[in-house]
């Protein structure tokens, strides 16, 4: 349990002292990583003095991890957005071109 927690704090250690920008991936890991850890907990109670350590210093990096997946989430939903109203416009235009097939269009000069 010590070797699992020890590896799940450097981490979120490296997420949240590199500086730049992990990917969703790497998000995906550290979750996957901190739910491991999650279900063996109960299984290694009580818990010793370095392991309640290790969960204090995770927990001082708990809204940065936030802070960073709630970017994610947000840019995910806006350019979900925007290709939700892309597609809208297509299937707008190629609706209306469908109905008025025969039609033309022409611009007068003034």
Partial sequence: MDKLLKE???VTLELCTSGQEW??????SLVEL???VVDRLP??????????GYLNHLR?????????????????????????VARKQQQLY??????HADSFMFDKRK
């Fill in 60 to 84: 001082q990096y708990e809204e940065q991890i936030l802070h960073h997946m709630q970017a994610l989430k947000d840019e995910a939903e806006h350019n979900l957005n925007r290709i939700n």
């Fill in 23 to 28: 990917e969703y991936e790497r998000y995906v």
């Fill in 43 to 52: 299984l290694h109670k009580p818990l010793t003095l370095l392991q309640e």
């Fill in 94 to 99: 190629t609706s209306a071109s469908e109905v």
């Fill in 34 to 36: 901190r739910q491991v």
């Fill in 8 to 10: 799940l704090l450097d």
